[in-house]
C-alpha cells in the first residue's frame, strides 16, 4: 500500500543547466514556480513546458567564447582596430592548418580522431567543418568515408530521385542533418513544415509505432491530413521506400545543423585565431585553464612545437594571466601556488605605479604593506619570477628569510615612532648595512626544475625527458593527456581495453599485497604532458619489480582501464627501461596456459596457437580437432553505490588477478541498478576457493554465480 502510494511520484527535483523559458508576460501567468536552492523554475518538466506552446531555450555556456573574448583583447594591445567580425570566413591558410592535422587548441578539433577526419576531408569552409562537427559522433562516424570519399570525387555522388539534390548537394548526398530530414519529408512526401518537424521528433524520440505507421503516409500519402506522398511528387515506389529507410537510419543520430553550424563557427573562429596570432590565442587559452597544471602541460608542449617560447612568471613583466609578448608567452603569476590573487594584483599594481624592483630587498620592502608572506617569496623565488633580480634563486633562497625578519623589524619600529640607524645615514651610507649574499652558485638544473614542479605544478623551463623525447615520440602509442577525463565531453580519448604503449618516468610507486599475500603496486608515470595511473598486477610485478623504481625512465605496454566519470588507467602488461627501447619496445610473447587462454610474456615471438603450446590440443589429418568451447559462466559482484565500489576496486582488482579462466566479472551498483561487465583481461575461473574469499570480502549477499550454457566452437 506504501509503494502504490508514491509510486510515479517525482523521486526529486533538477534544475536544467541551461534551459530557460521566455514567456510574453510574468512566467507565473503562465506556469507554477518554486524555488531551488536561488533559482526560481517552473515546476512543470521539458516535455509539458514544450506541450503547453512556451518557448524554452538552451543558452550554453563556452570557455572557448571568453578565451576568443581574451584573445582580441590581446590582440588589441597592439592593433586597437582588430575586432572578429572583420575576419573572413574563407581563409585558406586557417584550412591548410586544419588540413595539415595542427588542431591542437581548436575548439571540438583536438582530438586524435577529429584531427584524422580533417586530414582526411581537408576542410575548405565553414560547411565542412559544420558537418565535421555533426558526423563526428557514435552513429554518423560510420558515414565519415563515405562522406570524404564523395566529397573528394564528386562524380561518385548519387541519389535515389533528383529532387534530393537540392537537399543533400551541401553534405555530398549523404543525411547529416534533422533539417534535411525535415525537408526529405516537404519536398518529397508533401508534408508541412509542422508536420515534418513532428517526424522529425518521433524519429529522434525513437517512438517506434509512429515512425512505423508513417511510412504509408510518406511513400502513398494521407488525404485526411492533406499528405500527398512521396509518389505523387514523382517519386518511384521503391526508391520512396529505401529513402524512408535511410532516413530512419540517420534521422536517429541526425545533429541539428543550427548547432553544429555555431559550433563550427567557434571552431574556426579558434583556428584563425590559433594561426594568425598564435601568441595571443595560446596565451588566452592557457589561461583559461590556469587552474589544471596538466592541461597547461599539454598547451605549452603545443607551444613548443609551433616554435613559441614559454616564459618564466616575472614580477617585472608579467602579468597575473598568461600574456604574449616578443619573446613568446610569459607564464602568469596567478598559476603560482600558495600565493592569492590579491596579492599578485598588489605586486602588479605597486610595480606599475613606481616602477620595475631592482632588488630582491627592494622588492621586500615595496610589498612589505600588501599581504607577502615568507610563502610568497619563497614560492616566487622557486618559480623563477625574481631571475630578473640582483641574485641567482639559491642566493635569494639563502637570505630572503633575514630580509622578511629585518623588515618586519623594522615596520614595529616605524609604528612605535621610533628611529633606526637607517634615518640618520645617506642612501650610499645605507648599501653598506644591506644584507649580501652569500657567494654560492646556481642550483643544478635537476633541483631548479623541481622547484618549478614543486610551485607551478609542471616542469617550463626544462623537463627531465627531453633529452629523450625523439625516441619517446617514436615509440609511445599515448600520452597521459589521453587518460584524463574531458571537462566538456565527460569522455576519456581512449576506449576500455584499448592497448597502448605510454613513456614516461616512475614519480611514486605503492606497494599492496593480495590476499593470497602476493605482492602488487600501483605506480604514478609521468611524461611531457601529465602523469597516469598504472596498475601492476603480481605476475608483471614480479617479473619486472627491478625496474620499478622511483625515477626511471620506462615504456609500459598495457591496456586502458576506462570507468564512467573517472580518469582512466593503464593495465600493465610489459615495463622495458628507455635503454631497453633503442630500436622500439620489445615484443610482447604470448604462451597458452593450460585452462586458461592466452597469458602474457615479455620478449620472444607473439602469437603462439594452443596447439603448438602443448596444452593438449590433438589434431587429426592435419586439422585441429573440434572440441566444444565452453561460453563462461558469470560472478556478479554487488555493491550499495559507486562509492562503496571505488573503495574496495584496487583490492577487488588484485583478488580476480589471482585466478585465470574464461568466466566474466559482472559489477553490479544496487543504488542506481547500473552493471557493466569487465573486459576480459580481467577474466577468471570460477572455483570454490575464489568464490569463498569473495564472499568474505563483500558479504554473503553481495556475491552470485549465474551459470551460461555450453556452445559448439565455430
Known amino acids: 500500500d506504501t509503494a502504490r502510494a508514491i509510486e510515479g511520484m517525482p523521486r526529486n527535483t533538477s534544475t536544467h543547466a541551461a534551459g530557460v523559458v521566455i514567456t510574453k508576460r510574468p512566467v507565473s501567468d503562465y506556469v507554477p514556480l518554486a524555488r531551488n536552492d536561488d533559482t526560481i523554475v517552473t515546476q512543470f518538466t521539458m516535455t509539458t513546458i514544450e506541450e503547453l506552446g512556451l518557448l524554452k531555450m538552451d543558452f550554453l555556456g563556452l570557455r572557448n567564447l571568453t578565451v576568443i573574448d581574451d584573445a582580441v583583447q590581446k590582440i588589441r594591445r597592439d592593433t586597437p582596430d582588430f575586432s572578429m567580425e572583420h575576419v573572413p570566413d574563407d581563409d585558406a591558410e586557417t584550412f591548410a592548418m586544419l588540413g595539415q592535422g595542427r588542431t591542437a587548441g581548436v575548439f571540438q578539433l583536438e582530438s586524435a580522431g577529429i584531427t584524422g577526419v580533417c586530414v582526411g576531408m581537408q576542410p575548405q569552409s565553414i560547411e565542412d567543418l559544420t558537418a565535421i562537427v555533426a558526423l563526428y559522433r557514435p552513429g554518423p562516424m560510420d558515414s565519415i568515408p563515405k562522406f570524404i570519399d564523395s566529397k573528394l570525387h564528386p562524380e561518385k555522388i548519387t541519389y535515389k530521385t533528383p529532387q534530393l539534390q537540392s537537399i543533400l548537394d551541401v553534405t555530398y548526398g549523404c543525411i547529416v542533418y534533422q533539417e534535411q530530414v525535415i525537408e526529405i519529408f516537404r519536398k518529397l512526401g508533401g508534408y508541412t513544415l509542422g508536420q515534418a518537424d513532428n517526424m522529425r521528433r518521433a524519429i529522434s524520440k525513437k517512438k517506434q509505432q509512429v515512425i512505423v505507421a508513417e511510412r504509408k503516409a510518406f511513400v502513398y500519402g494521407d488525404p485526411d491530413r ?9 517519386v518511384d515506389e521503391q526508391a520512396a521506400n529505401v529513402i524512408y529507410d535511410e532516413i530512419l537510419d540517420f534521422a536517429n543520430y541526425a545533429f541539428n545543423k543550427a548547432h553544429a553550424v555555431c559550433y563550427a563557427k567557434v571552431s574556426y573562429d579558434t583556428a584563425y585565431l590559433k594561426c594568425h596570432y598564435p601568441k595571443q590565442y595560446m596565451a588566452a587559452l592557457m589561461t583559461s585553464v590556469i587552474d589544471n597544471p596538466r592541461k597547461v602541460a599539454e598547451y605549452i608542449y603545443t607551444c613548443r612545437q609551433m616554435g613559441i617560447k614559454v616564459l618564466a612568471p616575472d614580477i617585472n613583466e608579467g602579468e597575473g594571466r598568461f600574456s604574449a609578448t616578443k619573446d613568446g608567452i610569459r607564464y602568469g603569476l596567478y598559476a603560482i601556488k600558495s600565493i592569492g590573487r590579491s596579492v599578485v594584483d598588489a605586486i602588479i599594481a605597486e610595480r606599475n605605479q ?20 615568507k610563502r610568497t617569496v619563497e614560492n616566487l623565488i622557486k618559480s623563477g619570477a625574481c631571475d630578473t633580480l640582483d641574485g641567482n634563486r639559491q642566493q635569494m633562497m639563502m637570505v630572503y628569510n633575514a630580509l622578511m625578519d629585518q623588515q618586519v623589524q623594522t615596520k614595529k619600529k616605524s609604528l612605535a615612532g621610533q628611529m633606526s640607524l637607517f634615518d640618520l645615514v645617506s642612501e650610499e651610507e645605507k648599501k653598506a648595512y644591506e644584507i649580501q649574499y652569500p ?19 609542471i616542469y617550463l623551463t626544462g623537463h627531465p625527458l627531453e633529452e629523450y623525447e625523439e625516441k619517446w615520440r617514436r615509440i609511445i602509442s599515448a600520452v597521459t593527456s589521453d587518460f584524463l577525463l574531458d571537462e566538456e565531453s565527460g569522455e576519456v580519448k581512449l576506449r576500455d581495453n584499448q592497448k597502448v604503449i605510454i613513456g614516461g618516468m616512475i614519480t611514486e610507486k605503492n606497494i599492496k599485497y593480495t590476499k593470497n599475500n602476493k605482492t602488487m603496486a600501483f605506480l604514478l608515470l609521468e ?41 582512466a588507467k593503464i593495465v600493465c602488461e610489459q615495463i622495458c627501461t628507455f635503454e631497453q627501447a633503442e630500436n622500439g619496445m620489445p615484443q610482447e610473447q604470448r604462451t597458452y596456459r593450460q585452462g586458461g587462454g592466452y597469458r602474457r610474456g615479455a620478449g620472444g615471438n607473439a602469437g603462439s596457437s594452443p596447439a603448438s603450446a602443448g596444452d593438449g590440443g590433438s589434431s587429426r589429418g592435419g586439422a585441429a580437432a ?82 551460461k550454457s555450453i556452445e559448439k566452437k565455430p
Not at 228 to 234: K, L, Y
Not at 354 to 369: C, H, K, S
Not at 549 to 554: T, Y
Request: proline share 4%.
Open 226 to 234: 492533406g499528405i500527398p506522398g512521396a509518389i505523387a511528387n514523382g
Open 354 to 373: 613606481n616602477g620595475p624592483y631592482r632588488t630582491l630587498q627592494n622588492f621586500i620592502e615595496r610589498v612589505a604593506d600588501s599581504e607577502v608572506n
Open 439 to 457: 657567494n654560492v652558485g646556481e642550483y643544478s638544473k635537476e633541483i631548479k626544475l623541481g622547484f618549478e614542479k614543486e610551485v607551478i605544478g
Open 527 to 567: 611524461d611531457l604532458f601529465g602523469t597516469v595511473e598504472v596498475i601492476v598486477f603480481p605476475g608483471e610485478y614480479e617479473r619486472y619489480h627491478t625496474l620499478l623504481n622511483e625515477d626511471e625512465k620506462v615504456f609500459i605496454r598495457g591496456h586502458a582501464n576506462v570507468e564512467e566519470d573517472k580518469n
Open 626 to 707: 573440434q572440441v566444444p568451447a565452453r561460453r563462461g559462466d558469470e560472478l556478479w559482484l554487488q555493491f550499495e553505490t559507486k562509492e562503496a565500489f571505488a573503495e574496495k576496486e584496487k583490492e577487488l582488482y588484485a583478488m580476480l588477478h589471482d585466478s585465470d579462466g574464461k568466466d566474466t566479472v559482472v559489477i553490479y551498483i544496487s543504488s542506481v541498478k547500473a552493471m557493466k561487465r569487465l573486459p576480459e583481461n580481467y577474466s577468471i575461473c570460477i572455483e570454490p576457493e575464489i568464490v569463498n574469499n569473495l564472499t568474505k570480502f563483500l558479504g554473503e549477499n553481495n556475491v552470485k554465480v549465474v551459470k
